[in-house]
């Protein structure tokens, strides 16, 4: 087969062990760095451009898009779906899965459990809110916040505000703030599900070490094995398919009432193999080798 992987990256862990396992299973890989590329369009002819060559005979693409570049990615990766390339996640699950509160509703849908949210525009009742979600203190979000960045902890209702405030400076119409349950049970840890497929692969604990309240490995927490409940699992298996992922990493939390998703990652980092020892690497290259000849799914989600 011949694969690009499309990484901002070449360097980056995740794609080397994408181009190293891919390789060692006798396939051509070409690492393309899709903010360099430009997509021609005209009549029932989508063409992708990479530094003024022509991109063509590929039989799929493996999208490792930054969240930084979620839209200019996501249309590289939609004009090689015009041309009936596979790739295990598509343009539209891309987008869906960088918006927190288009996730979060799409989960709550499909009866996931969820951090209870509240998201509204205006905050006047900042009290009555802040009652309603059990705080303080609360967790306010940026809808498009990654890694563990636009994710603030409001340790009271003057802190609250404050917060507010500054998010809706930045952008008058733009910024969408979700405010959160604080669970205290599990502050500062969470659990990284990744999913290939319909299975999980790995799975790890992130702790944070420094009294912060997020875990991510970007923000400086550790990660250690650790093994999933079934309803865990299951859990992790059912918030990748409501958000159309095949490959995806799924954030969740430890709580009195079970696990809660806090979100799914349309591209997960590689950390979780060295931490856990697992070879994720060598499932994504068996996916796609699975998929690849098949005709492209019908995106399902709706939304």
């Known amino acids: 087969m011949k694969i690009a992987i499309l990484s901002k990256g070449p360097g980056n862990y995740s794609t080397k062990r994408l181009v190293e396992e891919a390789k ?11 903010i360099h590329c430009e997509a021609r369009i005209e009549k029932s002819k989508p063409i992708v451009l990479y530094k003024g060559e022509v991109l063509s005979g590929f039989d799929s693409i493996i999208p490792r898009i930054a969240s930084s570049f979620t839209r200019y990615g996501s249309a590289i990766v939609r004009q090689f779906e015009m041309q009936g390339v596979f790739t295990p996640t598509s343009s539209i699950s891309i987008v869906r899965s960088r918006d927190k509160l288009r996730s979060i509703q799409l989960l709550s849908r499909a009866g996931i459990g969820i951090p209870k949210t509240i998201f509204s525009r ?16 609360i967790i306010i979000k940026l809808a498009r916040g990654t890694h563990g960045r ?14 507010l405030q500054g998010f809706y400076l930045m952008d008058d119409d733009g910024t969408n703030i979700l405010l959160q349950e604080y669970i205290e049970e599990s502050a500062g840890t969470d659990i990284r599900a990744f999913v290939v497929g319909s299975q999980v692969v790995a799975s790890m604990k992130r702790q944070s070490l420094n009294d912060d309240f997020r875990s991510n490995l970007h923000q400086g927490g550790e990660g250690k094995t650790v093994k999933l409940t079934d309803e865990e699992e299951k859990v992790a298996i ?9 490959i995806c990493g799924v954030d969740m939390m430890r709580s009195k009432r079970g696990p809660l998703v806090l979100e799914v990652n349309s591209s997960p980092g590689f950390g979780i193999e060295q931490v856990t020892g697992r070879d994720v690497a060598s499932k994504i290259i068996e996916y796609v080798e699975r998929n690849a000849k098949q005709r492209p799914r019908k995106d399902k989600v709706g939304a």
């Open 150 to 163: 636009g994710v603030v902890l409001a340790e009271s209702r003057k802190a609250a505000r404050s917060v």
């Open 238 to 246: 059912r918030a990748a398919k409501a958000m159309g992922l095949s």
């Open 24 to 34: 060692k299973r006798g396939h051509e890989v070409q690492v393309i760095n899709y």
């Open 122 to 137: 205006g905050f006047a009742d900042i009290d009555d809110v802040m009652e309603e979600l059990g705080g303080p203190p």
